[in-house]
């Protein structure tokens, strides 16, 4: 099946840090993929989503020049968390599609990063 | 922009058959309906996908009705490893598309010995 590799799993790192997640398709080119936020008990939140090549398109409230996005091959995206603090510490989550027809396939998630900025 | 409403929560027992609908009451013609579960601190698994009346696959069966204004995710004999949380998401498909993925807040299933 298709498997989406995240790294690192956990990131523990002091307030005005920038870390780098990174999301990976392992079998399959992704052509769109998505980055994800949730909090403890809540539901996932979309932040933005990605197309190789283009620019990242980012959900209203999400930060572009905080959370840089980078899609540079079918099978890389990352996320960027620019001088984190400690209100960015959350759980994110990307997945990725293959193909262009969204809703035939579905999202491929992967097992998240756990953010703890203190 | 469909919006999803699920229950919050459920409980069964283990060897029992658990259903937990979805309503999706502004679902356009272009959506189909993909259904997810998520253990703590994982990312969410594709369980099922559908797009009218039902389907089945080794895991579960997803029944649509002809209206397609709600849908109902079929759990046969769950067992303690099933606790987690279910969550339908309403997708518009198309190259081009640009509907909003919005999960809803899930259902939280609890499987009693």
């Known amino acids: 099946g298709a498997v989406v590799s995240q790294h690192p799993s956990r990131v523990i790192c002091k307030s005005g840090t920038s870390v780098k997640i990174e999301c990976r398709s392992l079998?399959?080119?992704?052509?769109?993929m998505f980055w994800y936020r949730q909090f403890p008990k809540q539901s996932l939140m979309l932040m933005a989503t990605?197309?190789?090549?283009?620019?990242?398109?980012?959900e209203q409230g999400v930060e572009k020049d905080k959370f840089l996005i980078n899609h540079a091959s079918l099978t890389l995206s990352t996320l960027t968390v620019t001088s984190a603090h400690p209100e960015d510490s959350s759980f994110y989550i990307c997945?990725?599609?293959?193909?262009?027809?969204?809703?035939?396939?579905?999202?491929?998630f992967g097992d998240g990063t756990r953010l703890s900025i203190l | 922009l469909a919006k999803t409403t699920q229950p919050v929560s459920m409980d069964s027992y283990e060897g029992q058959e658990v259903n937990i609908t979805c309503s999706h009451n502004?679902?356009?013609?272009?959506?189909?309906i993909t259904w997810y579960q998520q253990f703590p601190s994982q990312g969410p698994r594709f369980i099922i996908q559908?797009?009218?009346t039902k389907v089945t696959n080794e895991v579960a069966s997803l029944f649509i009705p002809a209206d397609r204004k709600s849908s109902t995710l079929s759990l046969p004999r769950v067992s303690l490893s099933d606790t987690a949380v279910y969550y339908c998401?309403?997708?518009?498909f198309g190259s081009g598309n640009t509907g909003k993925l919005i999960f809803g807040q899930g259902t939280t299933l609890q499987v009693k010995p």
């Open positions: 559908g797009y009218k």
């Open positions: 997945s990725a599609r293959e193909g262009k027809d969204r809703g035939r396939q579905p999202q491929h």
């Open positions: 998401l309403v997708e518009a």
């Open positions: 079998d399959f080119q992704a052509t769109t």
């Open positions: 990605s197309n190789e090549g283009s620019k990242a398109t980012y």
């Open positions: 502004n679902i356009a013609t272009n959506d189909y």
